[in-house]
T-cell receptor, first 111, second 115 residues
Framework: GNSVTQMEGPVTLSEEAFLTINCTYTATGYPSLFWYVQYPGEGLQLLLKATKADDKGSNKGFEATYRKETTSFHLEKGSVQVSDSAVYFCALTSGYSTLTFGKGTMLLVSP | EPEVTQTPSHQVTQMGQEVILRCVPI?????FYWYRQILGQKVEFLVSFYNNEISEKSEIFDDQFSVERPDGSNFTLKIRSTKLEDSAMYFC?????????????FGDGTRLSIL
């Protein structure tokens, strides 16, 4: 079956630091990959996506590249802000549109 | 921007009672979903719904659960006889089509607490 593994949190950074949140997956077929973000007290919002190998998804300064050879989709941002503090979920869909999520990684950014 | 709205934001219910969680999907969307997240655990798929019937469900979605689209706007999740382990955050989502070109849009969730 499909599964997503994310690095354990919380990830604690100072403002303007470089961010990496690791995500690896197992899936049947050719999955599409997503990062969702959940700000405090809010629902899940799509941050970025990639639908095939070597695609790079990007949004709001965040990037992730679909690496089929390493089955990874790591989230990166060059310079984080306090407002980026949230929980980040890696997810995939394969075949049908049902999403399989990772456990989520909390990011805490201090001024 | 259109949103998925869920009510209530927090529901407290005695064990064994029935509970109905409500969702209003985005108006022109056709596919509807329920997910749940037990505290500290993964977001898990429960059920998807299209054309007035369940299109897919997980093993979590047993006979205690049901979904309904009673009118043109609401999409509900009913838990018939709640158990302590049903305590979780429940998310509703909708999308215009199945597949990746129109990703799922999520509501803010209903926190269900079973006492």
């Amino acid at each position: 079956g499909n599964s997503v593994t994310q690095m354990e949190g919380p990830v604690t950074l100072s403002e303007e630091a470089f961010l990496t949140i690791n995500c690896t997956y197992t899936a049947t077929g050719y999955p599409s990959l997503f990062w969702y973000v959940q700000y405090p007290g809010e629902g899940l919002q799509l941050l970025l996506k990639a639908t095939k190998a070597d695609d790079k998804g990007s949004n709001k300064g965040f990037e992730a590249t679909y690496r089929k050879e390493t089955t990874s989709f790591h989230l990166e941002k060059g310079s984080v802000q306090v407002s980026d503090s949230a929980v980040y979920f890696c997810a995939l869909t394969s075949g049908y549109s049902t999403l399989t999520f990772g456990k989520g990684t909390m990011l805490l950014v201090s001024p | 921007e259109p949103e998925v709205t869920q009510t209530p934001s927090h529901q407290v219910t005695q064990m064994g009672q029935e509970v109905i969680l409500r969702c209003v999907p985005i108006s022109n969307h056709l596919y509807f979903y329920w997910y749940r997240q037990i505290l500290g655990q993964k977001v898990e798929f429960l059920v998807s719904f299209y054309n007035n019937e369940i299109s897919e469900k997980s093993e979590i979605f047993d006979d205690q659960f049901s979904v309904e689209r009673p009118d043109g706007s609401n999409f509900t999740l009913k838990i018939r006889s709640t158990k302590l382990e049903d305590s979780a955050m429940y998310f509703c989502a909708s999308s215009g089509t199945a597949g990746v070109n129109q990703p799922q849009h999520f509501g803010d969730g209903t926190r269900l607490s079973i006492l």
